[in-house]
């Protein structure tokens, strides 16, 4: 069991520990958002099985948490703006261009890396 004084230290440092980069609030020396902390969090893991599963500390994972609580109304808003607008289908013209199976996403790449693939262009001279 943590202690009072303990636990108003973690709420004292999550600001610290959690910045923003323009991908959403992180783990400062990390690439982990808060965002990730949520959803584990959300499946009930602990904070040590969060910690052990992304390779970060468990006082990370207080923070982040603490950060999440001191946040939520407006954390939960955002992630769910990211979660529909990544859900959404591309737009006719990307989809156009994407390769339609493995073997053609293959292919493309071979050719790219051979300077064949379509978006190269030749050496002007």
């Known amino acids: 069991m943590q202690s009072e004084n303990s636990s108003s230290k973690v ?3 999550s600001d610290d520990q959690i910045i923003d980069r323009g991908r959403g609030p992180e783990l400062a020396g990390t690439r982990i958002t808060v965002y990730r902390i949520m959803d584990y969090s959300e499946d009930d893991y602990s904070p040590s099985e969060i910690a052990a599963e992304l390779g970060i500390t468990e006082l990370q ?11 939520q109304d407006t954390l939960n808003a955002q992630y769910r703006l990211i979660l ?3 859900n959404r289908p591309n737009a006719p013209s990307v989809e156009q261009g994407r ?3 493995a073997e053609e996403l ?3 790449i071979v050719e790219r890396r051979l300077g064949k693939g379509a978006h190269d262009r030749p050496v002007r001279q």
């Open 99 to 101: 390769a339609k199976t």
């Open 61 to 71: 994972v207080q923070s982040a948490l603490a950060y999440i609580r001191e946040h």
């Open 106 to 108: 293959r292919r493309r």
């Open 11 to 13: 709420g004292q440092q």
């Open 84 to 86: 529909d607008r990544v």
